[in-house]
């Protein structure tokens, strides 16, 4: 005799299980999520114009999901809409937007003229941009942090990476022509910013409070704000160079200033401080 199928009930533990109705989800939470959704049509959308030879809309497509990634968690902050996933979201986005969007675009520029070197050096940096995610959501999820963890990344942030990465397209567009030679001076750059991402460098965030600027400097600040970002529409191409040089020439101080501030990199001394602690965990 065949079992008839229990009731159903709209709100039993069965239903709940499933998630909340898109109904349900309110529209503050909704928003910050918008904006993740944009940014990965952005990335995405970068890789088709660089495989339809537009290069310009393409780079331009990753750097405005770039700037997209930057503002949802502070829309999120701002509406006190954060959630668990919205924090996946955003993962998923990076990962898209800022490994594999930026590696295609350069790849198609100019890596491909050094063939399976620049498609290795397209994968590593992808790779690399993963990994580079990845150990963040897990430093982000420990309960013991390091005072310096307020002040500095550990490692290139992935949003950085993709604009440092793009330097080889940024000086094509100024006129270096795309020789082998330069692919292969491209590959080696992109495999070196691949490192970057996963190293230990400490890198200042502008996070800290003792970043804040004080009140007579403000205006100042807005003036130079102002005029990089005149800078950035008149000279585009150039002022992007300029930025990829003067963000890699601050590295070594950044390193310096933590290394005065705290020392040397510290052994974990706690229990589960593994960036991996999933492969320590046994039966």
């Not at 030879?53 to 997209?68: I, K, S, T, W």
């Not at 949802?72 to 937007?97: E, H, P």
């Not at 390091?146 to 992935?158: I, L, M, N, R, S």
């Amino acid at each position: 005799m065949d079992t008839p199928f229990p009731p159903y009930e709209p709100n039993g533990p069965n239903d709940e299980a499933r998630g909340p109705r898109l109904r349900e989800i309110p529209l503050r939470i909704i928003i910050p999520n918008v904006i993740t959704v944009l940014a990965i049509c952005a990335g995405l959308t970068g890789i088709r114009l660089a495989f339809e030879n537009r290069y310009e809309l393409a780079v331009g497509m990753v750097l405005l999901a770039a700037f997209l990634d930057g503002i949802d968690g502070r829309v999120a902050r701002l509406l006190k809409a954060t959630s668990k996933f919205g924090g996946q979201m955003d993962s998923l986005a990076d990962i898209v937007n800022f490994g594999v969007a930026p590696g295609l675009v350069l790849y198609v520029f100019i890596l491909d003229q050094a063939r399976s070197f620049g498609w290795i050096a397209a994968l590593i940096y992808a790779i690399a941009a993963g990994l580079r995610l990845a150990r963040f959501n897990v430093m982000a999820e420990r309960e013991t942090k390091a005072k310096w963890q307020t002040e500095y990344f550990v490692g290139v942030p992935a949003p950085a990476g993709a604009m440092l990465v793009l330097l080889p397209v940024y000086l094509g567009f100024l006129g270096i022509p795309p020789s082998p030679l330069f692919a292969y001076l491209a590959s080696g750059y992109t495999m070196l910013i691949g490192f970057l991402l996963v190293s230990r460098l400490p890198v200042w965030s502008g996070k800290s409070e003792g970043s804040r600027i004080r009140r007579d400097l403000v205006l100042p600040a807005i003036l130079l704000v102002v005029i990089y970002v005149a800078t950035l529409m008149s000279f585009t191409w150039e002022t992007m160079v300029v930025t990829v040089v003067g963000y890699l020439a601050t590295l070594p101080f950044g390193a310096r200033s933590w290394q005065r501030k705290y020392g040397g990199w510290s052994a974990p001394t706690t229990h589960g401080a593994s960036e991996f602690p999933e492969e320590h965990d046994g039966p």
